[in-house]
């Protein structure tokens, strides 16, 4: 039993012995040289390890499958022992030359040198590990909604189909272990023949083709989203108060941010132009409504602050199209148009309600005067006799005919204060028992009015009564009782006068009140339809970009191939 035992040890090693005494490993396994060796070629896929985009380049852990028949390599398992198999060292024993053909690696073939398993049939199975980097076609039409499609051909580099035939035999997925960024959708493979311009033989070859989709709740959140809110931040500009300063900078700011996102995109994407990726063109959207929006904000900044110094004020056409048209079409309303159509009808029912305001304030002003004289005589204690005087002073002011016209014009109300004044006719001075040179005197005293508005109107009266009072003395003898009567009168008239200069002065400064009342309001009303026309354009530009971005999104998301993955 014990020498039994001892040669059974011995068996495998005379086996190793046996099949190598004359084994030569450049000799293909066949025994009619005619005939070419039966290789089959099976892929186990363990995992996606990248997918480079910008390089196009796919990594992935495989196993190679191989397996040929070596008639070499035979032996009867009776003779040592019942052996069935044994282990070989690959590089001690024949094997077909295939390779990656679309391999990028430095080293280019990246299968471990394991060992072989050599059956006592001849059967040789070589199950090889590798590491393979391969060059894969991105189809970046679709990014990140995109599968992708990238194989891996293998076959033999130096022999022919007259000496090797290459043929698929199984693919397994059994220990492929999940990628976080890739799902996988399927692997096959494909038996191809191809004839090359320098050799008449034909060259098999097997690839090996793994579909995979992107998984886009990464780029959803990190690029798909932001994108959408940095969007809708845009649309939001065109409700920022051109006042609040900062309008034009949230939209550059947009933009900048969006220029950001579009760096990262194609930071990550291959440098061709093949195809434009789908993120691509919503990005290329996206700023272009942006860009947009910074040109219609200028737009509208500068119509907000447009000044009537500097420009002239709206064209009929840009009226039409800009207060009327357009805010009737997307429903907006001039925010004074309430104000002003209240006020207006408020004016015009006091204006048309108070039609006799004129002859009103004209009857008004005459009873002021008539009035107001006839209360200073009174409250003066004057003589039933001085009242003619006072009758002679009101006759002299109604010559005086002042008319109050009041004129709604487009530019204000207007005010002329007219004076007619003429000397007494033949009746009129047979009428009166003071018509000599007295009521001369007074009638020129009563028709001088002051120089200047800055002399006082009571300065010429004085002046005329002392002429009155230093006349001769024969004169002032015969004129004694008549200075005396004339003393209200005159006194009168210069009071008369005085209101006179101050209605004139208060005229004055009433036109030049009005006329910077005017001219401001005119400014107003000149800024408002240019801050209204710029109100209406960022309404336009709100409505026609947020219909724009829907159309995209809707358009984008119903052309790409899946939303979720």
């Keep these: 039993l014990l020498i ?52 196009q380049i796919m990594m992935s852990n495989v196993w190679l499958r191989m397996s040929w028949i070596d008639h070499y390599l035979t032996w009867d398992p009776a003779e040592f022992g019942n052996i069935q198999e044994v282990r070989l060292p690959i590089n001690n024993i024949w094997r077909p030359d295939v390779l990656l053909y679309n391999s990028i690696d430095q080293q ?29 076609t991105i189809d970046i039409s679709w990014f990140p909604f995109d599968d992708q499609h990238c ?35 399927g692997l096959s493979a494909k038996r191809s023949i ?14 090996f083709t793994v579909s995979m989709r992107r998984r886009t709740l990464y780029y959803g959140f990190n690029l798909v989203l932001p994108s959408m809110l940095i969007s809708a931040l845009a649309l939001l500009g065109f409700t920022l108060p051109p006042d609040s300063g900062e309008k034009l900078n949230l939209c550059v700011t947009i933009f900048m941010s969006l220029c950001v996102f579009m760096l990262m995109v194609a930071e990550a994407m291959p440098q061709t132009s ?39 004020p709206m064209s009929p056409l840009c009226r039409k199209i800009l207060l009327h048209w357009l805010p009737y079409l997307i429903c907006i309303q001039r925010p004074e148009e309430l104000g002003g159509r209240m006020f207006s009808s408020e004016a015009n029912g006091h204006v048309e309600s108070g039609g006799g305001l004129k002859h009103r304030k004209h009857s008004y002003y005459h009873s002021q005067i008539t009035d107001g004289s006839e209360r200073r005589t009174i409250r003066r204690g ?5 009242n003619r005087t006072i009758e002679i002073s009101e006759k002299h002011q109604k010559a005086k005919d002042v008319h109050l016209d009041f004129c709604k014009g487009g530019t204000g109300f207007r005010w002329s204060r007219l004076h007619k004044s003429r000397r007494p006719n033949s009746t009129e001075r047979a009428s009166y028992p003071l018509m000599g040179p007295q009521l001369t005197n007074v009638e ?61 002065t ?27 026309a710029a109100m209406v354009i960022d309404r336009v530009c709100f409505i026609t970009f947020s219909t724009f971005l829907i159309i995209c999104i809707l358009v984008l998301s119903h052309s790409a191939p899946h939303l979720f993955a």
């Design 4 to 55: 039994s035992e001892v040669w059974a040890g011995d068996y495998e090693r005379l086996l190793y012995d046996k099949l190598a005494r004359g084994y030569n490993r450049l000799a293909r396994p066949v025994k009619n040289e005619s005939q070419p060796v039966l290789v089959l070629l099976g892929l186990d896929f363990q995992q996606i390890i990248d997918i480079d985009e910008k390089s």
């Design 108 to 136: 280019f073939d990246t299968t471990w040198p394991v060992n072989a398993v050599v059956y006592h049939t001849g059967n040789v199975t070589w199950i090889p590990p590798a590491i393979i980097r391969s060059s894969c």
């Design 151 to 185: 194989s891996m051909k293998f076959g033999s580099w130096t022999y022919s189909g007259f000496f090797t035939d290459l043929r698929n035999n199984t693919l397994s997925l059994a220990t492929y272990q999940p990628n976080g960024e890739w799902q996988l959708l």
């Design 194 to 207: 191809f004839y090359y311009e320098c050799c008449p033989e034909p060259y098999y070859d097997v690839t």
């Design 274 to 312: 093949d195809a434009l990726p789908l993120i691509e063109v919503y990005f290329s959207c996206v700023m272009f409504e942006v860009g947009a929006s910074v040109i219609c904000t200028v737009l509208a900044l500068n119509f907000h602050h447009r000044s009537p110094e500097a420009y002239h």
């Design 382 to 386: 004057r003589s039933p006799e001085k």
């Design 444 to 504: 020129r005293l009563a028709s001088d009015g002051p120089t200047s508005p800055l002399e006082p109107p009571g300065t010429k009266e004085e002046r005329n009564m002392e002429n009155l009072g230093h006349k001769s003395p024969e004169n002032n003898n015969v004129n004694n009782k008549t200075i005396t009567t004339l003393v209200p009168t005159t006194q009168l008239l210069t009071r008369t006068t005085m209101d006179d200069w101050q209605f004139n």
């Design 506 to 532: 208060m005229m004055n400064e009433l036109k030049v009140i009005s006329n910077k009342i005017r001219k401001e309001e005119f400014i107003h009303s000149v800024r408002a339809d240019w801050m209204f």
